[in-house]
């Protein structure tokens, strides 16, 4: 059973740029599965950011399409999310989980992201 | 874009009771694109149903999934204490991918 952990900084600037990675255990990145990231602001709803498959393809949710970039890296077994120029909005617990068409099966815990200055 | 209503907000309801959560799509969307998730707090979401009304693996027959079109609906047959939490549907798109219901938090009575 793949295993998914999200890491990175839980604090960032304003303007500043979020960096998470989420490590796969349990199975490779390299598998047919596409890979996500959905986040969960503050007593709120589910937000899917976008997805990527292991050839390098993605899509992006168009609200959020210009400041965010997701990237795999098969030596590791990891992908990672980038969100740029970050604003209070961008304050949330960031997830990351697999994504079989047309449902995600397995997801991380959560990494809680403050942007604050 | 398509929007996700969900219904009701809230739900009270007693243990052994019968749960109806209700998901409305603004367009028409395929039985296949449709799935339900679970989240207590502080965990992540976990998948309950997927293709409208498949359970996911080791999900207890006391959820199903039915509904077709703009109209899909979540029910838990006999509530048990570890039920109560927040429902949420995701439908599959074009673009965004894809979207979620606001959610549903079934609450204790």
């Known amino acids: 059973q793949v295993q998914l952990q999200e890491s990175g900084p839980g604090l960032v600037k304003p303007s500043g740029t979020l960096s998470l990675t989420c490590a796969v255990s349990g199975g490779s990145v390299s598998n047919t599965n596409w890979w996500s990231w959905v986040r969960q602001p503050p007593g709120k709803g589910l937000e899917w950011i976008g997805e990527?498959?292991?050839?390098?393809?993605?899509n992006y949710n168009p609200s959020l399409k210009s400041r965010v970039t997701i990237s795999v890296d098969k030596s590791k077994n990891q992908f990672s999310l980038k969100l740029n120029s970050v604003t209070a909005a961008d304050t949330a617990v960031y997830y990351c989980?697999?994504?079989?068409?047309?449902?995600?099966?397995?997801w991380g815990k959560g990494t809680t992201v403050t942007v604050s200055s | 874009e398509i929007v996700l209503t969900q219904s009701p907000g809230t739900l009270s309801l007693s243990p052994g009771e019968r749960a109806t959560l209700s998901c409305r799509t603004t367009?028409?969307?395929?039985?296949?694109?449709i799935a339900w998730y679970q989240q207590k707090p502080g965990q992540p979401p976990r998948l309950l149903i997927y293709a409208t009304s498949s359970r996911a693996t080791g999900i207890p027959d006391r959820f199903s999934g039915s509904g077709s079109g703009t109209d899909f609906t979540l029910n838990i047959s006999r509530l048990e204490p570890e039920d109560f939490a927040v429902y949420y549907c995701?439908?599959?798109?074009?673009?965004?991918?894809?979207?979620f219901g606001q959610g549903t938090k079934l609450e204790i009575k």
């Open positions: 990527i498959y292991h050839s390098g393809n993605t």
């Open positions: 367009q028409s969307v395929s039985s296949s694109y």
């Open positions: 989980a697999t994504a079989v068409p047309y449902y995600m099966g397995v």
């Open positions: 995701q439908q599959y798109g074009p673009s965004p991918m894809y979207t």
